[in-house]
């Protein structure tokens, strides 16, 4: 049955969510109940107009970092140099891009202003990161997600492309950069056929958590 959060800093066991994953209502966005969250396996997923809801879905998709896909063609235009990609130079952009795009399936955002205001200060914080690509001087695509250091995993959360090929070269970047500092898993949290094609994977909630008890 799903809970209903109070002020109390707390979530019920993610083993407790419902079928579709949804474990909780309500609480709120405080830099301590993202994290809190995020440590628990657990993350904010809701539309304008509903109260905050929390999910901890099973299977879980996740990427190993060393099972990253890099097609020929994806070689080739990282080889061009078409793009450049950085870390943290422009969050607030990037997230509000994320925002902004339009995806299939989807009436509008789910990244409401309370979400925005509220990974803004976890950006700020050290706790939120970005990556920006640029072609041109001009920002074409990035992505953000929730860094979690002390357990090697980085928690992806969303991304945006404005020109073909824009976010994967940035997302090769993220996986290479955690790669190079002994990460072992990005969490995508839930399937995707893009994301598959990246070497993306379902695996069991149960072997997601043990990644954050470490």
């Known amino acids: 049955m799903v809970q209903f959060l109070t002020k109390e800093l707390l ?3 993610v083993f407790e969510a419902s079928m579709d994953g949804l474990l909780a ?8 109940r993202l994290l809190l969250a995020y440590r628990s396996g657990i993350f904010p997923w809701y539309e304008a107009g509903q109260p905050i809801l929390w999910w901890s879905p099973d299977p879980r998709m996740v990427l190993f970092v060393e099972d990253f896909k890099v097609s020929k063609s994806l070689r080739k ?3 061009k140099n078409i793009f450049k990609v950085t870390f943290n130079q422009d969050f607030e952009a990037v997230i509000n891009h994320c925002a902004r795009i339009k995806r299939d399936g989807q009436q509008g ?6 979400m925005l205001n509220a990974y803004l200060q976890l950006h700020k914080n050290g706790h939120a990161v970005s990556f920006e690509v ?3 001087g001009h920002l074409v695509g990035g992505g953000y997600g929730v860094n ?7 928690c992806g959360e969303s991304m945006f492309s404005l020109v073909s090929n824009a976010s994967k070269v940035g997302f090769y970047n993220l996986v290479e950069k955690y790669k190079t500092n002994n990460y072992t898993v990005i969490d995508c ?4 056929p893009h994301l598959e094609s990246l070497g ?3 695996i069991p909630r149960k072997q997601f958590i043990k990644h954050l008890n470490i």
């Open 148 to 154: 979690l250091p002390q357990y090697k995993v980085f």
């Open 77 to 79: 235009i990282i080889q």
């Open 109 to 114: 955002t789910w990244i409401t202003k309370e």
């Open 25 to 32: 209502v309500g609480g709120d966005l405080s830099e301590e």
């Open 134 to 136: 640029w072609q041109d």
């Open 11 to 13: 979530f019920p066991p």
């Open 189 to 192: 949290q839930v399937y995707t």
């Open 200 to 202: 993306a994977q379902e």
